[in-house]
């Protein structure tokens, strides 16, 4: 059956008449019928040519079918074996089958009986055949995901050293060049260090975004207020946002907000969301709320832009690794620039971030309008210590 030729078929059978009688039938099937006398012939025969089934009867001199049906499944466990009986009793069928016959045929030869066995038997070789086609595939599929894996951590690693000396030199000019009176020197040496920055941020993208499967092992879950987070985040990128001339309102909640999850793991989901916020808003605000009152005992962290929102069509698709709604040729070069670069890993890695800590993640948005995207993450109304 390999490269879908006719199947090939091996009819071992002493009685003459009855091994004619077989090449008749199976001729009008179209099936490639080769014959022998006996066990041992057809034994030479299988050793020559890849028989997809033997048909053998199980009363033979020289070498019994039993013998042959217990060679054939150690020697070509691929092959089928189907078993002729020409005994009233079935027992030795049945002994046939235990030993790997795929079926029996009994004597008299009935053409219909004979067509359903030997179509029933094509069907299961088919199978096994894709089955084990598919589990090639996995394997392959398998080692190219180590491969690739393999590839990331070490371009990462190569890429993070000389970032890390680059960073370290640009520090130490803003350092010494802080009472500077040459304010374009200090402006370039500033986007060279944010550029600096935003590499390093994706490349620590890209390591986690390999890394996924390991993203729980890695957890450190402590209980923790979401609005000292919130309030990390909003230190952090402020910044940004002042430089955008973008307002970032901040509603946390009056009271503590405790949750039990990994504090970094959820940090960064948060400042990867407002980054996106920020990148995809040209006007407008960026809010991020707390909202803490539920009947499921959740918490929902809401970011929230007038941005240019996300086409229906697209919003399954944002969170696949590497995929970008806008055409990635029109990037600019920095990460907070409107519209500016980006990989497409952010949401995949957020997406994975939460989920990982038991929650989930949720996203509205209406083109030129704007989008929300909602953490939701199991609460913990215990206080500290509890
Ligand atoms: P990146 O931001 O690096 O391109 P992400 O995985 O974070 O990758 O986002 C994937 C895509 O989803 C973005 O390229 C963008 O097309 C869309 N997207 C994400 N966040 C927003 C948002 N707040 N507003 C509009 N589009 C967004």
């Known amino acids: 059956m390999e490269n879908n030729h006719s199947p090939k078929i091996l009819l071992i059978e002493d009685e003459e008449d009855i091994r004619q009688s077989y090449v008749d039938m199976l001729d009008i099937f179209g099936y490639d019928l080769e014959t022998a006398a006996n066990g041992k012939e057809g034994l030479d025969l299988i050793k020559k040519t890849p028989f997809d089934i033997v048909i053998t009867d199980l ?17 070509y466990p691929l092959i089928e074996v189907i078993v002729i009986t020409g005994f009233a009793t079935i027992e030795n069928a049945i002994s046939a089958m235990k030993q790997g016959a795929f079926d029996y045929i009994t004597k008299p030869v009935s053409i219909d009986h004979v067509k359903i066995v030997i179509t029933k038997c094509l069907r299961q070789i088919k199978a096994k055949k894709e089955n084990k086609e598919l589990r090639d595939l996995n394997e392959k599929l398998s080692e190219l995901n180590e491969l690739k894996n393999k590839f990331i951590t070490i371009t990462n690693h190569e890429l993070r050293t000389p970032l890390a000396v680059l960073k370290g030199y640009i520090d130490i000019l803003e350092l010494d060049l802080e009472d500077h009176e040459n304010g374009e020197i200090k402006e370039y040496l500033s986007i060279a260090s944010n550029t600096v920055n935003d590499m390093i941020d994706m490349i620590e993208n890209i390591h986690d975004l ?18 000292k987070i919130i309030e990390k985040v909003q230190r952090e990128i402020g910044i940004l946002f002042e430089k955008r001339n973008l307002p970032l309102i901040v509603n946390k909640d009056h009271e503590p907000v405790y949750i039990n999850a990994d504090a970094r793991q959820i940090h960064r989901a948060i400042r990867e969301l407002l980054h996106n916020a920020l990148k995809f808003t040209e006007e407008g605000q960026v809010s991020v709320s707390i909202k803490n009152v539920d009947p499921k005992d959740r918490v929902f962290i809401s970011v929230q832009d007038s ?45 994975e971030l939460i989920e990982s800590n038991g929650g989930e993640l949720a996203v509205e948005s209406i083109p030129g309008k704007g989008s929300t995207f909602t953490i939701i993450l199991p609460k913990n109304n215990r206080q500290p210590g509890n």
């Open 59 to 75: 009363n033979m001199p020289v070498m019994n079918g039993l013998e042959v049906l217990r060679w054939v499944k150690k020697e």
């Open 210 to 227: 390999s890394h996924l499967k390991n993203l729980s092992m890695q957890q450190h879950k402590t209980k923790f207020d979401l609005n």
């Open 307 to 351: 941005g240019i929102g996300i086409p229906e069509d697209k919003v399954d698709l944002i969170f696949e690794p590497f995929y970008e709604v806008q055409n990635v040729m029109h990037h600019f070069t920095s990460k907070t620039d409107f519209m500016g670069g980006g990989i497409g890993v952010g949401l995949s890695l957020v997406k």
